[in-house]
């Protein structure tokens, strides 16, 4: 039992801050809701964009730069987008030792920089479509913050496209969603529901936004993903024009999606323990690492050589940069294991004298803290085949999870007592109404996570109003 | 002839420009003197991260992400530093729609916010050394700007480390300064003359600063990299203490070490030509263009399966992402080999009819125009090969370039008249005194690029004064 970390049934959020402490992912900086992203936290990250960043390309985006610095004046042009940033901004005033003429804000988001760079690329319809991605620090002033989940400034990719049609648009959307799924079911190991966002929820400017919505432990829903279809909206606010085919001027129609390090939070979320953080094998940037364990000079000699083959025998499996050894011989074995589990290595691969007369490692995992005895010959497709079913087994774990936590109410009565008692994902029947909408946060809590766009619609009548209804929605109370 | 890029020879100046905004590289951003780094400038910028990045990671750092804003009373607390980054700075002073208490500047550099941590991280000689790179954007607020080589925003890397002994600081700051001369050399294939600051030339704040400094097609010289021992200076500033091996606590020793998306500008200015960009093959994100030639739907039939066929087949040599096929049929070939040439694309490989029935393909170097025909079976290895051979002689170029403008001079007469005729790297004996320097600065713009820290030390008598030098110092007018 980890002492340094509160249990989650004791308190759920000091054990999710306890967990970044002891795991070393992140730590306050000075600066108030801003957070330094430590090197144990900073890997996933690392992690996570490397394999992003492949999906990206390989859908056919490139990635640019676009300034940090933009003129105050472009965020009121498009009207919703004004009203909903404006109060988060943080503004520069001085620059150079003067005062600036017209106030800089710190990105938000970049959609009008960008549509105003691509109003000056785009002249016809041969220049599109255009597909640019963006890795980047965005600021928004955020007076309740929370590591990862919601920090004043935070990392994220920003992808931005221009598009001669609607439908272009609309499936360019559909498949950076479908992307996301993908990436977070396969290689974070958290399930999703992708669906679309009700008005209320959607993005200052969008058209429509879809999401990826996941459930943590605590039973409340994170949104982990967002791509927006935002038809001409910021086209005609930044005059993104193209002449089409027929040579008549036309606004482009753009799309924008993103994910954050707030990606860092729900794995925490999803996955881990009491004893600290578990990384699904695919995320984890340190995938093993070797424990050598030895009492005297003679035995850590005999130690140590052996631990050198063993990690050459998983040169097979995996860059050497993903296995460590921990030769701190001056740390007690059970320090020693404590430390690696809370950064959520998914290996331990243990080597003691007796390991090494019998030509052996102790392998244990993470997550289940099964123990295996494994020899050298077999070690790397072991370690490979421990590693696929880890992976399975935490996704599988989650599903389970968010199954069981999944509930389809009748009644507002109904809904009500769910939200309270049980929380998880709550399929109900509504009119589609903003108000309606509105009086269900304002009394539970409870926001529309989405609008499910697959499987079968059930039509039903609206839990508050008794309106009819086309489908259930997705309730959840949110992070 | 280019006609869209002026010849380096009527203004080398325009040719920079013009090369830049040919190859698509970077644009002007709305905001003075910041820029937008377009896809084509940022996939050369993504090619360098990903190598110095390895190189960091296997000389032991680790990544971590710190923040944007930095508390404007942190930058006043050591008082070099102060002096130097204060008429730089873009400074916060609204957030989140109120007046801040304190004022934020936006980092121009790290060295205060990562000191204020590590007085946290570090307790005890146990918990050194720490080793920590961030890629980061950053600001310098700049009068007088040139894309890529001084913009007010710019991206890089800063390695921060902090260590027990002076010596360890001192071993990691010549070793941080060593991986910056292979990765140019190598990798860039720009040469560099390595070697110590002076005392006018230091980073505000450091105990000594070394640099790789690299001579520019125009003879003029170029800062590409920077590694500092900051000595104790940081850590008394910030209070980054430590229990020694005796239980006494002493100040840890730190360094610094950063290069900056200005390399990309080095780049551009070491290997190109009057046609536009040339990319050495090792930096190059695309690496090869496959451009199939047709005049008819049957020939376009032929060639494109054909041309399907040259990717496979360059399947062993290069990562499926590095290699482009230009189907734009409605071109002139001309145009499309143009838009790749400038782009800095190594090789183009044209794929005609005729090429088709030979099985072979024309293979076109970017650099010096040479043609060869290349069959299929042969094309992995030629391709490789050729790769290699144009790494080598553009280093080879750029190589004899320096040695053909590098001058010795023994009067200050002689010195004047080489700065003003000739440029290029000047070696000059020099009394080492801050004044004569500023002199020297003054009457010719030229400055002391760097004092040599390895060859045979020649000693003299200083140009200006005549007292006596221990050593020639590298003299050169820099960007």
Redesign the interface.
Known sequence: MATNITPRKDNYSQWYQDVISAGQLA?H???KG??????T???I??EIQAKLDRRF??TGH??????????KS?ITREAEHVEGF????????????KELEE??V?RPTSET?IG??YS??VQSYRDLPVM?NQW??V?R???RTRMFLRT??F?WQEGHTAHETPEEAEAETLKMLEVYREFLEEELAIPVLAGLKSEREKFPGALRTYSVEALMQDAKALQAGTSHNLGTNFARAFDIQYLDRSNERRHAHTTSWGVSTRLIGGIIMTHSDDDGLILPPRIAPVKTVIIPLFKNPQEEAQVMAFADKVKAALGGAMDP?KVRVDTRGDLRPADRFFHWAQQGVPLRLEVGPRDVAEGKVMMVRRDNRAKTSVTLEALAQTVTDTLAAMQKDLFQKALDFRQANTHSVETYDQFKKTVEEKGGFILAHWNGKGEVEAKIKEETKATIRSIPITGKKEPGKCMVTGEPSEQRVVFAVAY
């Open positions: 730590d900086a000075p600066v801003c957070m330094v992203i430590r090197p936290g900073y890997a990250w690392e390309k390989e490139v990635n640019a730069y676009f300034p940090v610095l933009i003129p472009f404006s109060p988060e901004l943080a503004v520069v005033t001085q620059a150079g030792g106030p800089l710190v920089v105003h760079m000056q690329w640019i980047a620090n600021m002033w955020e007076m004043s400034e990392l940069l």
